[in-house]
């Protein structure tokens, strides 16, 4: 299981917090992506294009 479960549950079930955090991480990631109207809105017609423009704002994401 990858997300916890609400403090107040009776059976509690086991989560790994390992990948828990690395998944917090990727949505962090495409919410920052989303931010950029040009990749949130798909306006590029091609997948290479498209995957170019991905890379191109994760790479100004990253810079930041």
Do not use: G, W
């Amino acid at each position: 299981m990858v997300i916890p479960q609400r403090k107040n549950r009776l059976d509690r079930r086991p989560f790994d917090a390992a990948l828990f955090k690395a998944r917090h991480l990727i949505e962090n990631f495409f919410c920052k992506l989303k931010e950029f109207k040009r990749i949130a809105m798909r306006r590029e017609k091609t997948d290479r294009s498209f995957a170019a423009m991905i890379y191109l704002t994760a790479a100004i994401i990253n810079s930041r």
